[in-house]
């Protein structure tokens, strides 16, 4: 168990819908991430929010968007969504920014769009 | 334009045989890399880092080298046990930035047959 914890971890959904992922990061990390994996995909780092602010952005969608809450949990939305969309998400989290840091990942929210 | 590239899309070895998983990066600003490893319908767990400070970090059977002016790094696993089958991606962090994001190749799957 990494500490993170994220769900829903199955949704299914039509396209053209929007949904919103959840993830709680382990305690005391103040830095969360989301990455997608596609089918035979790497894990593409999507967006990363420090202590409540948006810190680096990757390949995300401008139809997918993130916050980071006083709390430290954080939300990625997904909308108008597509085929092509489904995926795993993985949050992780770590407790800083420096490049030393280990990113712990939680168990992924599996989307499928029908 | 994959800065971290894992050529080897799988491997399989014989039970108490070595297993070496190479990975390639083009990016001269990384100075942390790791390896995860991940097991179907889990997320990505550490396994293993070294900092571009070093050239070789060891842990119990796992032991990754770095070559940093071929910008190669390789994770060996000695001796492989059939519970070492998995997926292990190589992911690498800049210095620049102050993020700690990681990026991630593409993952190479490891089968060890007993």
């Known amino acids: 168990d990494s500490g993170v914890t994220q769900t829903p971890k199955h949704l299914i959904t039509a396209t053209g819908q929007r949904v919103t992922l959840r993830c709680s990061p382990r305690?005391?990390?103040?830095?969360v991430y989301w990455y997608q994996q596609s089918l035979d995909q790497g894990l593409q780092f999507l967006i990363q929010y420090y202590n409540g602010e948006e810190r680096a952005k990757g390949n995300i969608l401008e139809r997918f968007s993130a916050q980071q809450f006083p709390d430290l949990h954080s939300e990625l939305n997904l909308s108008s969504l597509e085929l092509g969309d489904s995926a795993l998400y993985f949050c992780?989290?770590?407790?800083?920014?420096?490049?030393?840091?280990?990113?712990?990942f939680g168990e992924g929210s599996w989307l499928t769009v029908v | 334009d994959q800065q971290v590239k894992q050529n080897s899309p799988s491997l399989s070895v014989q039970e108490g045989r070595i297993s070496i998983l190479n990975c390639d990066y083009t990016n001269s600003m990384f100075d942390y890399f790791l390896w995860y490893k991940k097991y179907p319908a889990e997320g990505p767990t550490f396994l293993i880092s070294i900092s571009s400070i070093k050239d070789k970090n060891e842990d119990g059977r796992f032991t990754v080298f770095l070559n940093k002016s071929a910008k190669h790094l390789s994770l060996h696993i000695v001796p492989s046990q059939p519970g070492d089958s998995a997926v292990y991606f190589c992911?690498?962090?800049?210095?620049?930035?102050?993020?700690?994001?990681?990026?991630f190749g593409q993952g190479t799957t490891l089968q060890v047959k007993p």
């Open positions: 992780a989290s770590s407790v800083g920014l420096s490049s030393g840091n280990t990113i712990y």
């Open positions: 305690s005391g990390d103040l830095s």
């Open positions: 992911a690498a962090s800049e210095r620049s930035g102050n993020t700690g994001k990681l990026i």
